[in-house]
């Protein structure tokens, strides 16, 4: 699947590209200019789509699990939002354009905001439920991303640098963006490896994988680390996309069962096949322009979260 998905964005653009095409460019055959578009152009903007769509799925996967929440995801929980209001402040009022800065203003927005969901979701309460953390992850979610929107639209000359950013693309320098980003995804990819088995026991109940020797607190506080290195970093390196992280793990769950260890290395990779074709199939929808794509996403996205909100909160209410 995630073959397909790099093979269909190397040959979608303006100028479209069969896969012989590509193939023969990836080998350093063909014509110059099929040779430049490819391995210049395009293949670096798989790379990102691929590291940015794992981080995003791995990231869904973990609160998922950690939350024991069907409908987590960095977007629903607000973390993306978070992350895009800090960028938005820094970049729009404090002048931080350069993307390692953008990286740690992100991740920052991320943490303060998964806070503030945790915070708001277990107010008189000793522990909250899936659906309370759903609601409040909206709500926080909806707060952040009216307060950039608005920040935005006060001085829109100002703010016009994050214009495009605002809606979650891979349109930005890929050979800038890349090894900036490297070491924040890089250390929540090593932290999930970690995590992954404890997971498993954290499935079975805090008080059981408590028994077992698994320090549930310090778990919990490693999984927030990790998603706020993954969703602060993706959302800093392509602005910020929904529903990858909802519907990879999902799909993983479907193919392979239960195994955390299966679950977040498999939703890795099927969260980068879905944002490299959603983003394929945006530049294609519109060529020569293209469709950025967070809207792919949030279009294919909004069906899922409506079945899943039928099947899995029905239960719950019940």
Not at 216 to 240: F, S, Y
Not at 248 to 274: F, K, S, T, Y
């Amino acid at each position: 699947m995630l073959l397909l998905a790099i093979l269909a964005g190397l040959s979608a653009g303006a100028k479209p590209l069969s896969p012989a095409s590509v193939l023969d460019a990836l080998a350093g055959r063909g014509s110059e200019e099929a040779r430049i578009i490819v391995r210049e152009l395009r293949l670096p903007r798989a790379l990102l789509g691929l590291l940015v769509g794992a981080a995003l799925g791995l990231s869904g996967a973990i609160i998922q699990s950690a939350t024991r929440n069907p409908l987590g995801d960095p977007g629903l929980m607000g973390v993306n939002a978070g992350a895009s209001l800090a960028v938005v402040l820094g970049a729009g009022v404090f002048g931080m354009t350069g993307i390692g800065s953008l990286i740690w203003l992100a991740a920052l927005g991320a943490g303060l905001a998964a806070l503030a969901v945790y915070f708001v979701a277990g107010m008189g309460t000793k522990d909250a439920s899936p659906l309370q953390l759903t609601l409040a992850g909206v709500a926080v979610g909806a707060l952040c991303f009216g307060l950039a929107q608005g920040f935005a639209l006060s001085d829109p000359e100002r703010f016009d640098l994050v214009r495009n950013w605002r809606v979650g693309a891979l349109s930005g320098d890929a050979r800038v963006i890349l090894p900036a980003v490297i070491p924040a995804l890089g250390a929540g990819l090593i932290l999930a490896a970690f995590l992954a088995p404890r997971l498993n026991l954290m499935a079975l109940g805090a008080d059981r994988a408590a028994s077992l020797g698994v320090s549930v607190a310090r778990t919990q506080g490693l999984c927030l680390l990790t998603v706020i290195l993954l969703a602060g970093g993706a959302t800093a390196a392509a602005g910020p996309i929904a529903f990858v992280g909802l519907a990879a793990p999902h799909m993983v769950r479907r193919l392979l069962g239960a195994d955390e260890r299966q679950i977040l290395a498999n939703a890795a990779l099927i969260g980068a096949a879905l944002l490299i074709g959603a983003d394929a199939l945006g530049r294609s929808l519109a060529a020569p322009a293209e469709v950025p794509a967070g809207v792919v996403t949030a279009l294919v996205g909004a069906p899922i979260l409506l079945v899943l909100a039928r099947l899995k909160w029905g239960r719950v209410t019940a």
